[in-house]
Each structure stands twice: as C-alpha cells, then as structure tokens.
C-alpha cells in the first residue's frame, strides 16, 4: 500500500465512513491516476474537472455521481497532502 492510498484511507476511517464508501473512494481514485497514467499526487484540479468530464460523456449517470462524492473537497484535500 503506498503512502499516499494509506493517508487516505486513515483519513476516511477517521470521518466514519462506513466500508463501502471507502472501497468506492479509493477504487475512484485509483481509476483517476489510472486514466492519466500518472499518481494521483502528480495530479490536480485540472485534471479532476477532465476526468469528470470524460465520466459525463462515457460513463452511465450512476458511476459519475459515485465519482461525484469521492471528489469532493474532503478527498481532494487528502489528495494533495
């Protein structure tokens, strides 16, 4: 597990996320680096509205609001620590 997945995990557990949540957010974040072949440290806002976007236009309704929620600011500020 690196570092960064660790960080946030710890920090999701810490808000109470329930279990499901989690393993959403995190497999959210996974998909993201994946999709630009880069670790999810290396990446940004920029790259977050992007990949929205490629999720709006190539993914059913459902996936995007998860993808939705596991951007959200919280996340997004665990990313960048």
Do not use: C, W
């Not at 810490?14 to 680096?33: D, M, P, Q």
């Not at 951007?71 to 960048?80: G, I």
């Amino acid at each position: 597990m690196t570092h960064l997945r660790k960080m946030m995990l710890e920090e999701l557990e810490r808000r109470n996320y329930s279990k499901g949540t989690i393993r959403n957010y995190l497999r959210f974040v996974e998909r993201f680096a994946k999709h630009f072949g880069k670790s999810p440290d290396k990446l940004g806002p920029e790259q977050l509205r992007n990949y929205q976007a490629y999720l709006l236009l190539a993914s059913p309704v459902g996936r995007l609001n998860s993808s939705q929620a596991a951007s959200n600011p919280h996340t997004s500020t665990t990313l960048a620590a």
